[in-house]
């Protein structure tokens, strides 16, 4: 009985101590100058991965849709699409934060969704947290829950914005 009680004991500490380092704990930004050249991401392991020269310069934890696995089919169905398309636009006044915007529905997603008699979706894109709720921060991958974008803490978004021009390719794996 005694040393459960240190073992609850130790969790109650420990257990919010951890939390607080993960929470508080510092952002590595990208290296000054550096200038993003591809974006990947493997939605199994919920990373997107930046590349600079044909090299990793940062790798991201994401959340993703709200039903992460399989690619995008139709507008409505909460997945992120898979396959390669370019960083078409730059918002940085959008309703979560700032984003990136993914060239998502090809000429394929969407002769796919017109067979299945469905709109094909789109506006997916590379964004952060609502403002309201920045606080979160890296406690909002505990979850999936974008329409079918990818989601990044407000700060690590200002870091890939700052870094990523438009018309560069990202491809996105299963």
């Not at 990947?40 to 919920?46: L, W």
Request: contains cysteine; charged residues 20%.
């Amino acid at each position: 009985m005694r040393l459960l009680k240190w073992f609850l004991l130790l969790c109650l500490v420990t257990v919010p101590a951890g939390f607080g380092v993960f929470y508080f704990y510092p952002y590595k930004p990208i290296g000054a100058g550096v200038i993003i050249d591809r974006l990947e991401v493997v939605k199994s392991k919920h990373e997107l991965y930046a590349y600079a020269n044909g090299k990793v310069v940062k790798i991201f934890t994401i959340a993703l849709g709200r039903v992460p696995v399989g690619a995008k089919e139709y507008e409505g169905d909460k997945k992120t699409p898979e396959g390669t398309y370019t960083i078409y636009a730059k918002n940085p006044n959008s309703a979560y934060h700032k984003n990136l915007g993914i060239s998502y529905p090809d000429a394929a997603a969407i002769a796919h969704a017109k067979s299945i008699g469905k709109p094909p979706g789109g506006d997916v894109k590379i964004h952060g947290l609502k403002d309201s709720q920045a606080w979160y921060g890296r406690f909002h991958r505990m979850a999936d829950w974008t329409n079918g974008c990818i989601a990044l803490n407000n700060e690590e978004l200002d870091d890939l914005y700052a870094h990523t021009p438009v018309g560069i390719p990202i491809v996105i794996k299963p």
